[in-house]
């Protein structure tokens, strides 16, 4: 059934609503192409729906309302098994497996895939290589890795068996300033190179600025606007302004000084 | 007479009674592992289970253990011989212990971690057993190891209705109001219930170690 034209979107929402058992709305009215091999930045306020959204299209989550496509198949008629992992996943909080090594997170899904022994041993080496991490890392657990070494590990393990689609969740939020900067710097090399298609979530314009070639600006579980990077400074949308306004500020460091 | 004496005539009795002590324990704790950890699991997965699977094994373990011995008594297959109730019994004091850390462990894992594997796309299977159970084994373990050191003492009043074990001795020396007799009971069973403390306590620190 591989019906694609080159052209048609690699995750479409339709009319998504999400809502809780309780009743309570967390998404509404939610309508979005994410196209092949682009990077759509996810940007809002803590609660506004990014994780929820993600969630939705490896189906952690199914819609209350409307539909999912990822690849032209609807989620609600798709394996949910292969569907995941089809999709690499990094989550907020790393969430590697404490009693693996580096080495055995990352084959994980490989070695379920029964690939041969030789094969996941070379693929974590290419990774580990890829992501920026000694190749003597491997043999550790993920106690002995310092926060930055751990996100490093989670993208490798979300990239282990070739997915198309790659959905990161704040993954350099906990990062301090310089390492967040290089973990960036490394991502667009990578994706120069790889061309997943990205659904990466943050709540830092900076970064949504610098990573996307696209940002999806959302608000209380709805979609305002997507906007280039270049349209995102000039829209006049006001939660768009507000954030650049904010952007801002961060640099008027004249105004601090002359009040006091 | 003294002690020495007595283990030195008898040693070969007393080996005996260890042997059987040891297997009624080891029998009964199998068991209750292998029914105890699927329970555990189950109420961890469905919370439904949870209030009357526990609420269950609360209440067996709240049974005075002579008294469970003769309700068990009048069951058909069970009551014919006396080492089949024993085991029984001891099967159901140890169910607690393993169920509710069985329970405990599963749910301690972390959530973020659940949500990683789920998300990269293992089956509720592979959850389990990759990570899940191991994650919980050292919590396991050590209900295991809490059923089991109770086992070691309960089992000497299994000779209470002829089942055997090291019990043996001390109803006799009880009966006789001979101190000798209840210390070459009473000594063994501790010397067990330490062995088999250190033992899970030393494998327990293996896993959890890693
Ligand atoms: N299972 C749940 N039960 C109740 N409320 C929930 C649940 N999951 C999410 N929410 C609520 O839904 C809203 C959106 O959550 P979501 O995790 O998508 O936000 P987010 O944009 O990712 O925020 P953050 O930047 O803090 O991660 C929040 O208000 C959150 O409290
Ligand atoms: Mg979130």
């Known amino acids: ?260 | 007479m003294n002690l020495f004496h007595f283990v030195a005539e008898n040693h070969q009795q007393i080996l005996e009674l260890t042997l059987e002590h040891f297997w009624l324990v080891g029998i009964s704790t199998l068991l209750a592992v292998a029914v105890g950890i699927p329970l555990g699991i189950m109420s961890a997965r469905w919370p439904v289970w949870n209030k009357p699977v526990l609420g269950t094994a609360n209440i067996i373990q709240t049974i005075p253990s002579l008294a469970l011995f003769g309700f068990l008594l009048p069951v058909p297959w069970l009551g014919d011989r006396a080492d089949r109730l024993a085991v029984l019994a001891l099967t159901l004091y140890a169910l607690l212990p393993i169920i509710r850390n069985t329970y405990t462990g599963i749910r301690a894992v972390d959530p973020a971690v659940l949500e990683a594997g789920r998300g990269m796309g293992l089956t509720d299977r592979q959850l389990l057993l990759q990570v899940e159970l191991p994650l919980a084994a050292g919590v396991i373990l050590a209900g295991v190891r809490v059923a089991v050191v109770v086992s070691v003492g309960l089992a000497t009043i299994a000779a209470a209705i002829g089942a055997g074990g090291l019990g043996e001795f001390i109803f006799r020396g009880l009966a006789m109001v001979n101190n000798q007799l209840i210390l070459a009971g009473a000594i063994p069973a501790a010397l067990l219930a330490l062995a088999a403390d250190f033992g899970l306590g030393w494998i327990e620190r293996r896993l959890r170690l890693q």
């Open chain 1, 1 to 260: 059934m591989e019906l694609n034209p080159a052209n048609q979107s690699a995750i479409e929402f339709s009319e998504v609503a999400y809502t809780l058992p309780t009743g309570q709305p967390l998404l509404s009215g939610f309508n979005l192409q994410v196209r092949r091999g682009e990077t759509l930045l996810l940007l809002g306020r803590s609660g506004s729906g990014k994780t929820t959204t993600l969630k939705l299209i490896n189906r952690l989550l199914v819609p209350s309302a409307g539909d999912v496509c990822v690849n032209g198949a609807s989620n609600a008629n798709s394996d949910i098994i292969q569907l995941r992992r089809s999709i690499g996943y990094v989550i907020q909080d790393v969430g590697l497996f404490p009693h693996f090594t580096v080495e055995r997170n990352i084959g994980l899904i490989p070695r379920l895939e029964n690939w041969p022994a030789g094969r996941i041993q070379s693929r974590v080496q290419e990774l580990l290589h890829l992501v920026g991490l000694e190749a003597n890392l491997a043999t550790r657990y993920p106690h002995q890795l310092s926060g930055g070494q751990r996100q490093r590990v989670g993208v490798a393990r979300a990239l282990a068996a070739d997915p198309s689609i790659l959905l990161m969740d704040e993954p350099f939020g906990a990062l301090d300033a310089l390492t967040r900067d290089q973990l960036q710097r490394e991502f667009l090399s990578l994706q120069q190179r790889l061309h997943k298609t990205v659904v990466f979530v943050t709540h830092d314009l900076r970064e949504a600025m610098r990573l996307g070639s696209r940002i999806a600006l959302m608000d209380g579980g709805r979609l305002i606007t997507v906007l280039t990077p270049q349209q995102f400074m000039q829209s006049t949308n006001d939660l768009a302004a507000a954030y650049v306004q904010a952007f801002a500020d961060g640099f008027d460091f004249g105004a601090n000084r002359g009040a006091s």
